[in-house]
T-cell receptor, first 113, second 115 residues
Framework: DQQVKQNSPSLSVQEGRISILNCDYT??????FLWYKKYPAEGPTFLIS?????DKNEDGRFTVFLNKSAKHLSLHIVPSQPGDSAVYFCAASAQNYGQNFVFGPGTRLSVLP | GAGVSQSPSNKVTEKGKDVELRCDPISGHTALYWYRQSLGQGLEFLIYFQGNSAPDKSGLPSDRFSAERTGGSVSTLTIQRTQQEDSAVYLC?????????????FGNGTRLTVT
């Protein structure tokens, strides 16, 4: 069973508009969440994270929102740029339990010029 | 180097042969992880080393897979008697302090092709 789900395999957005990537999880022990971006032939690159004690974290064009009651998080990219086109992975960890990071299947974002 | 280094970047091997994949983590990072990504799939956890603790091997798909981490630094993932379904990109990552909200930093991976 998938503990971390990204139900949209792909997403297309016009340059300059907002991109919203969604992630759902099932394990209520998860307390640390991350987003990674991956280009072809490269390893995933860390983008932004959020601890379960917060509901929002912002870094430049990237904002992550966490809704613990719904077990849902989202990544907002504003404004979207063509260079943002990549596969985005959501990941979760139960840090207080020393557990490994569980990744979602990824969402391929295409930002159209 | 500044990042996680993996070698080789590509490996083609015949079915039944053994392979060794190497990972050199970021200096000072206490935790080291191996994941793999099969074609069209997400990242699948394999094994996790944290300091001197016993590794978490819960993700290893079969007893043909093993990994070690020598001196708390370099790690080697060994696949014995490779099968075609082992073909994937094997990714190594390290983390400074995984119990205190430190993210994973990945290498570029080793693309393994079993013919």
């Amino acid at each position: 069973d998938q503990q971390v789900k990204q139900n949209s395999p792909s997403l297309s957005v016009q340059e300059g508009r907002i991109s919203i990537l969604n992630c759902d999880y099932t394990n209520s022990m998860f307390d640390y969440f991350l987003w990674y971006k991956k280009y072809p032939a490269e390893g995933p690159t860390f983008l932004i994270s959020i601890s379960s004690i917060k509901d929002k974290n912002e870094d430049g064009r990237f904002t992550v929102f966490l809704n613990k009651s719904a077990k849902h998080l989202s990544l907002h990219i504003v404004p979207s740029q063509p260079g943002d086109s990549a596969v985005y992975f959501c990941a979760a960890s139960a840090q207080n339990y020393g557990q490994n990071f569980v990744f979602g299947p990824g969402t391929r974002l295409s930002v159209l010029p | 180097g500044a990042g996680v280094s993996q070698s080789p970047s590509n490996k083609v091997t015949e079915k039944g042969k053994d392979v060794e994949l190497r990972c050199d983590p970021i200096s000072g990072h206490t935790a080291l992880y191996w994941y793999r990504q099969s074609l069209g799939q997400g990242l699948e956890f394999l094994i996790y080393f944290q300091g001197n603790s016993a590794p978490d091997k819960s993700g290893l798909p079969s007893d043909r897979f093993s990994a070690e981490r020598t001196g708390g630094s370099v790690s080697t993932l060994t696949i014995q008697r490779t099968q075609q379904e082992d073909s994937a990109v094997y990714l190594c990552a390290s983390s400074l302090d995984p119990l205190n909200n430190s993210p994973l930093h990945f290498g570029n991976g080793t693309r393994l092709t079993v013919t």
